[in-house]
């Protein structure tokens, strides 16, 4: 795929979609982390419905430690993989606590230091937290980008990699919210709906469909 397509393809996500934005529920940077975390392996309607009852009664880190592990299980059970994420979770808040005066680290670094967060989790949290031009690569981006031939690579890192290198830097910063939403509802896994997606013309897939 070559530049112009590349950048019609974004310039057209973009008129769709001026402001796209996550669709986890947050109102502070360490909400989105939590959030974020939870999410691996889950909906993030999932999330939402679990976060809407435990930030009223617990959103830093000190009043999820307060939890304790068992306590915040409660409020995430309904979540996959809620024995683990507990143990994250808490885990993660004494080490906020301790290591960085309770405030979400802004170094991928430090990030991924943190119990839980890998390299999507602490890009996700980067970009949207604190506005740096990451690309978080999920199922949905690495489905897209290899499909459409936006950044086609063969595992989630070289389609970050090629994406970080090929998206025009003028989109690079919501990027990887219009592409996991294009996937999420056109560009769906298992038969996508290329009659209603509006870069079908652009989009390089041979066996497109009329849906």
Not at 15 to 42: C, D, G, H, R
Not at 71 to 93: D, P, R
Request: with cysteine; glycine share 4%.
């Amino acid at each position: 795929m070559n530049k112009e397509k590349r950048t019609e393809i974004f310039t057209r996500l973009r008129a769709a979609n001026p402001e796209p934005k996550t669709e986890l529920e947050y109102s502070t940077p360490f909400e989105l982390l939590i959030a974020v975390l939870l999410s691996a392996q889950a909906t993030d309607v999932s999330v939402n419905k679990a976060t809407r009852k435990l930030y009223p009664v617990a959103n830093t880190p000190e009043t999820i430690q307060a939890l304790g592990e068992e306590g915040l299980k409660e409020y995430i059970k309904t979540i996959g993989l809620f024995n683990s994420k507990a143990k994250n979770v808490i885990k993660l808040c004494e080490m906020l606590i301790n290591l960085h005066n309770s405030q979400v680290p802004q170094t991928r670094e430090a990030l991924e230091a943190l119990p839980g967060v890998g390299r999507k989790t602490a890009n996700v949290v980067l970009n949207t937290a604190f506005g740096q031009p990451t690309i978080a690569v999920d199922t949905h981006i690495f489905r897209v980008s290899n499909r459409t031939g936006i950044a086609p690579g063969k595992d989630v890192d070289e389609v970050e990699q090629r994406l970080l290198r090929l998206v025009p830097a003028e989109f690079r910063l919501d990027a990887h919210h219009w592409l996991i939403l294009h996937g999420r509802y056109t560009c769906v896994a298992r038969k996508p709906r290329c009659g209603s997606c509006l870069i079908e013309d652009l989009c390089e897939f041979k066996q497109k469909t009329s849906d």
